[in-house]
């Protein structure tokens, strides 16, 4: 009896191996899709019962490998199932859908549902320590979205672009640009030189009364100029012709 060559018996046991694999991966594709339970939870989905429908799914993911869809499914609704909310889950679930399907039209949508429950994550840390970081994020990410959906605007309608809408240089961050500005020199207020007492010598026929009138312009300042001067006064009448007096400044100066 003839035996084949080896060479002949190793491409064989290859090409089977490749096939028996392919057809493996795809028939776990097809029995995802063709599944009661996925059928099950896709039912449940569009009455919303969406604990039913999460329950079916998880199910799936528990016994079978190559399940995109399910796990697509599961991550969905730890995200927004308010009952049974998990982001912690959802981010597993949808780096699993990654895994098994990189190059689908639903991968850059799901990438964007990891950042969001990442937040979510950060969101419900013990204390809020990232917090005013998150608020940061959304009103920038806010803000870009702004300004691109006018620049959109202004380039369909042939208007020119203002210095903000401009494509900004590379590098250049409004860090660096506010360093980079120089800011103008506060200049201080110089301070008011003190007000200087002014010396009077007593005339005759002067009192308190017309001394206070004549240099504050009425005479409720008699008892400061009195004050001012009991080195030299005895009382309030006892002023004398050639006496020199010290009339300090009002309080308004």
């Known amino acids: 009896m003839k ?10 046991a290859f090409l089977f191996f490749t096939f028996s694999t392919g057809c493996s991966n795809f028939d776990q594709v097809a029995e995802e ?26 199910s799936i993911t528990r016994r079978m490998v190559n399940c995109p869809k399910s796990h697509l499914e599961v991550g969905r609704l730890y995200l927004t199932l308010n009952a049974r909310k998990d982001p ?23 990438k964007q549902l990891i950042v969001t429950a990442e937040r979510e994550i950060i969101r419900n840390l013990p204390g809020k320590p990232y917090a005013g970081y998150l608020n940061g994020l959304v009103l920038q990410e806010e803000n870009l979205k702004l300004h691109r959906e006018v620049a959109d605007l202004k380039a369909r309608l042939g208007m020119p672009l203002s210095e ?16 980079a500005t120089p800011s103008p020199k506060s200049v201080a207020p110089q301070a008011k030189p003190p007000v200087q007492s002014k010396s009077y010598v007593v ?24 004050q001012a001067n009991r080195g030299v006064m005895k009382s309030k009448n006892s002023l004398q012709v050639g006496q020199t007096l010290r009339i300090p400044p009002s309080s308004g100066n």
């Open 3 to 12: 035996t084949l060559p080896s060479s002949i018996l190793f491409l064989s």
């Open 203 to 226: 005339q005759k026929g002067d009192s308190l009364y017309l001394i206070s009138r004549k240099f504050y312009g009425d005479s409720s300042h008699i008892d400061r100029i009195y």
């Open 88 to 110: 912690v889950a959802a981010v597993y679930h949808f780096r699993r859908y990654l895994f098994l399907e990189p190059s689908s039209r639903e991968a850059p949508k799901v």
């Open 33 to 58: 899709e063709n599944s009661s339970a996925f059928k099950r939870g896709r039912s449940y989905l569009k009455v919303g019962k969406n604990e039913e429908a999460l329950d079916e799914f998880l």
């Open 164 to 179: 903000s809408l401009k494509p900004k240089i590379a590098g250049a961050s409004p860090m660096a640009s506010a360093i």
